[in-house]
């Protein structure tokens, strides 16, 4: 039987509905989405104005016994390629496979209205008008959104800090020791209002971005919980060691190699805001599409398995004290960047994704992260998209694609 190790660098997971995904992701050339707004210009920067309005996820096996579970995006570049060497028919929904039959332009979504692509008992065109996914049988207008509380950073900081100093161990990047100070996720969560029915969370950054989290300890080395405290551990530093790790910052002074590494009140999982005492650098795509920043607020898990900083797996030099393991504890890859979204699973029943529109890259610049899902209901005086209530519904076209998991 499968299971859930951790979510990594998805893309718009159809298992999530991806209603928590980013509308108005288009790629450069692309006319499905203007065929789709010709006949819904309504939809535009909605949930529906996305890739997994036709596309599904997919999976394939890393290692024996560990599949990553791609979403809509990711899953395309990965089975039909960046090449377009693979068959674009393998990723698609039923929906999809609908408009591509009915040849795949504008008349083809008008044409396809009253068909129920998905067999949930709703034409197309109806789930279409109530913003649900006719190509996903999870997502129909008898669900409502799931609860929703946005908080401001001021919010979250008002909140009883926790400051713990830790080794951040990368697989390729480079790894580095720093402090972070922010508030426990278990904390954040209660104050959300945690249904005893909820297992744990799934964090997702507007860059790709999406780890899971189950609440309570489980024995698998590659996932983080969020209750409880994580082991002590030691401050690593061998002669060579400079070479992949950085111990620039101000916390490591006067540490020494071996030296245990105290923290008050122990390591824990923490939704972090600042760095060295710093708020965290806002995340930003780079010219090359990628994130560059880790805030305003970044995820922080430490190592289940305490250990020394290795050698980078992208290095030809392995001939140093900590050579690249692939088997070491590294958790930085857990460390969601730029978080703006923190998904409560299960959802209640009854309940789908909300839609948040393109609130991921609104609130990396307005401070804010949304929890949902299994809470309780709200008095929270926003709207998903991160405006009060009273204010104009209209988004802007600057979205981009993500969500998925590894399992």
């Known amino acids: 039987m499968k299971k859930k190790l951790i979510v990594v660098i998805t893309l718009a997971s159809v298992f999530l509905l991806g209603a928590a995904a980013f509308g108005a992701y288009h790629h450069e050339g692309e006319s499905d989405a203007a065929n789709f707004l010709s006949a819904y210009p309504g939809m535009a920067g909605s949930k529906l104005d996305h890739c997994a309005l036709c596309h599904l996820g997919g999976e394939y096996e890393k290692r024996e016994g560990v599949y990553v579970e791609l979403g809509s995006c990711q899953w395309c570049h990965y089975s039909y390629g960046y090449d377009g060497s693979g068959n674009i028919v393998d990723t698609m929904n039923q929906y999809g496979l609908d408009y591509y039959t009915n040849g795949k332009n504008a008349a083809a979504i008008s044409a396809i209205d009253e068909l129920d692509s998905d067999g949930d008992g709703f034409t197309n065109k109806v789930e279409i008008e109530a913003k649900r996914f006719p190509g996903n049988i999870d997502d129909d207008p008898d669900k409502v959104e799931a609860p929703y509380r946005v908080y401001t950073k001021s919010e979250i900081e008002a909140m009883t800090a926790h400051t713990q100093f830790l080794l951040m161990n990368t697989s390729r990047s480079g790894d580095f020791y720093a402090e972070y100070t922010g508030v426990p996720m278990e904390n ?121 900083p290795d050698q980078s797996s992208k290095s030809d030099d392995q001939n140093v004290t900590w050579p690249y393991t692939y088997d070491w504890d590294h958790n930085a890859g857990s460390c969601s960047r730029s978080a703006t979204i923190i998904k409560v699973e299960p959802l209640p029943e009854g309940t789908t994704d909300i839609n948040i529109l393109e609130a991921g890259w609104d609130y990396i610049d307005d401070d804010k992260i ?30 981009i694609c993500f969500i998925g998991s590894l399992y």
């Open 188 to 308: 954040l969560l209660s104050d959300a209002g945690i249904l005893d029915s909820a297992t744990g969370i799934t964090v997702y950054a507007p860059d790709g971005w999406s780890n899971y989290h189950p609440l309570e300890e489980v024995d698998d080395a590659e996932i983080y919980h969020v209750k409880g405290t994580y082991p002590e551990s030691s401050y690593y530093k061998a002669e060579d060691s400079d070479d992949w790790c950085d111990y620039s910052a101000s916390s490591c002074t006067g540490r020494g190699n071996g030296d245990p590494i105290n923290v008050d009140g122990g390591l824990k999982m923490i939704l972090a805001y600042k760095r060295e005492g710093v708020a965290l650098d806002k995340g930003i795509l780079d010219d090359e599409n990628r994130l560059d920043g880790e805030g305003p607020f970044r995820v922080v898990v430490p190592q289940k398995n305490p250990g020394p």
């Open 370 to 399: 949304i929890v949902y899902g299994a809470i309780r209901e709200s008095s929270s005086t926003e709207n998903p998209t991160g405006t009060s209530s009273s204010d104009s519904e209209s988004d802007d076209d600057n979205g």
